[in-house]
C-alpha cells in the first residue's frame, strides 16, 4: 500500500490540452515536492510546497498543496510535447523520511 | 556546479552475488538518501545517511546495507542478489540540516540487472 496515491497512472492527451495529476494521502506531510523523471535520467525537482493552500506556478505548471496538507495537484496548461515524462509527487513525512507516488507517465502527441 | 555521480550506470549480476553501487553527492551536501525504483513499486526508500551515520532505513531486508565516507561520498551494497533486486537505484543528495530538509538532488541512477 503506498502512502501517496497519485491519479491517474497514465495519460496520453494532444498537443495543447491541459491536465491535471492527483496526489493524495489520508496523511498529513510537512512538505511536498513535484519531480519530473525522463527515460534514463534520474527525477528533476519541480517546485516544493510547504503550506496548507498554497499555490506556486512554473510557466504552464501550477501546483497546489491541500489545506490539510495530505493532497497536491499538479495542473498543466497547454501541454506541449516537451511535458512529457514521468511526473512523481513526494510527501516529506514528519520532517524525516520522503515517500513517493506511484506516479503518472505523461504521453503529449504532436 | 557537478551533480550527483552514480557509478557504474549499468550492471548485469547473476543470483547469489553480491553487488556495490557508489554515489558522489553534490559538494557541500552531507546528506545521502538512496532509492529503488521499479515499474511495480515504483521509487522505494531504501536508507539516509548523514555525516557517515545512518539516520533513516526503509522496509528493506538487511542485504542491503549502505555506508557514507568523511568526503559525503556512499555506498550501497546487495548481497545474496535475487531476481526481484533488479531495478534502477537512484541516490539523492541534499543539505539537510537537522529537521531542515532541503531539496534533493538525483543521479541518473544505477540500473541493475540480475539473471
Known amino acids: 500500500t503506498q502512502l501517496l496515491e497519485q491519479s491517474p497512472q497514465f495519460l496520453s492527451i494532444q498537443e495543447g490540452e491541459n491536465l491535471t495529476v492527483y496526489c493524495n494521502s489520508s496523511?498529513?506531510?510537512?512538505?511536498l515536492q513535484w519531480y519530473r523523471q525522463e527515460p534514463g535520467e534520474g527525477p528533476v525537482l519541480l517546485v516544493t510546497?510547504?503550506?496548507?493552500?498554497e499555490v506556486k506556478k512554473l510557466k504552464r505548471l501550477t501546483f497546489q498543496f491541500g489545506d490539510a496538507r495530505k493532497d497536491s495537484s499538479l495542473h498543466i496548461t497547454a501541454a506541449q510535447p516537451g511535458d512529457t515524462g514521468l511526473y512523481l509527487c513526494?510527501?516529506?513525512?514528519?520532517?524525516?523520511?520522503?515517500?513517493f507516488g506511484s506516479g503518472t507517465k505523461l504521453n503529449v502527441k504532436p | 556546479k557537478a551533480g550527483v555521480t552514480q557509478t557504474p550506470r549499468y550492471l548485469i549480476k547473476t543470483r547469489g552475488q553480491q553487488v556495490t553501487l557508489s554515489c558522489s553527492p553534490i559538494?557541500?551536501?552531507?546528506?545521502v538518501s538512496w532509492y529503488q525504483q521499479t515499474p511495480g513499486q515504483g521509487l522505494q526508500f531504501l536508507f539516509e545517511?548523514?555525516?557517515?551515520?545512518?539516520?533513516n532505513k526503509g522496509n528493506f531486508p538487511g542485504r542491503f546495507s549502505g555506508r557514507q565516507f568523511s568526503n559525503s561520498r556512499s555506498e550501497m551494497n546487495v548481497s545474496t542478489l535475487e531476481l526481484g533486486d533488479s531495478a534502477l537505484y537512484l541516490c539523492?543528495?541534499?543539505?539537510?540540516?537537522?529537521?531542515?530538509?532541503?531539496?534533493?538532488?538525483f543521479g541518473d541512477g544505477t540500473r541493475l540487472s540480475i539473471l
Open positions: 513526494a510527501g516529506l513525512y514528519n520532517f524525516n523520511k520522503f515517500y
Open positions: 559538494s557541500g551536501h552531507r546528506s
Open positions: 510546497v510547504v503550506t496548507g493552500g
Open positions: 539523492a543528495s541534499s543539505c539537510r540540516q537537522g529537521l531542515e530538509f532541503q531539496p534533493q538532488h
Open positions: 496523511s498529513v506531510f510537512s512538505s
Open positions: 545517511y548523514f555525516s557517515e551515520t545512518q539516520r
